[in-house]
Each structure stands twice: as C-alpha cells, then as structure tokens.
C-alpha cells in the first residue's frame, strides 16, 4: 500500500517559486505512474503533472506549462513538483498521486478517479 505524504505548500506572493515534494512509503516511486492535482475552493480537483513508472517521461497541465516541472528522486523515494512564476489561479491544495502497474496511459492522467493512491494535501496561497 503506497503511502504519500506531501510537504513544501505555504503563502507566497507572485512571481515567487515553490517546491513541493512528496515522500513516498509502502512502495518504491519508479514503479508507479506518480503525478499531482490540485484543489481549489468550490472548484474540481484539477490535473496538474505526472511522470512515468521506469524511464519514462513526463507531462504537465497546459495551464501550468512552462511554469510547472514534475521530477522524481528514486533514491529518496520522492516526488517533486518545481513551480516557477506562481499565479493567484495556482492557489489551492496540492495532492501527490500514484497509481500501481500497469503503466496508467497518458489520456487518464487528467481523471482522478483513475488514480489510486493519493495524499492529504498540501496548501499553496499565492497573493497578489
């Protein structure tokens, strides 16, 4: 059972950068498709990025592109979401994501429902 906690949120102004990261337990993070969404108040749970199980690649929201890189540090078993230029429309909670074999194709990333394990949250506040 894939454990993910999630740190890194806080209240930044505009243009700052955070880093959030995802600490994996229960399972190593290169076996899984592992990935990020995001939740903001009276809104759906929103895709954000994922990275593939192995060597495979990487993608992210047409919304956060170019701002946004997902990455994966196999030996710490962690998760990063890198994010640069932030936005108040990036303000909302963080949930880490990951689904076990087989590989979830890219055209389910953007369903939650497809994914199968997922973290508390963490909160991003962007001010303007």
């Known amino acids: 059972q894939l454990q993910l906690v999630e740190s890194g949120g806080g209240l930044v102004q505009v243009g700052a950068s955070l880093r959030l990261s995802c600490a994996a337990s229960?399972?190593?993070?290169?076996?899984?498709?592992m990935g990020w969404f995001r939740q903001a108040p009276g809104k759906e749970r929103e895709f954000v990025a994922a990275i593939r199980m192995g060597g495979g690649g990487s993608g992210v929201a047409g919304s956060v592109k170019d701002r946004f890189t997902i990455s994966r540090d196999n030996a710490k078993n962690t998760v990063y979401l890198q994010m640069n230029r932030l936005k108040p429309e990036d303000s909302a909670v963080y949930y880490c994501?990951?689904?076990?074999?087989?590989?979830?194709?890219?055209?389910?990333?953007?369903?939650?429902?497809?994914?199968?394990?997922w973290g508390q949250g963490t909160q991003v506040t962007v001010s303007s």
């Open positions: 229960g399972g190593t993070v290169s076996s899984y498709t």
């Open positions: 994501v990951g689904d076990p074999p087989p590989l979830l194709i890219r055209s389910s990333w953007y369903d939650s429902d497809r994914w199968e394990y």
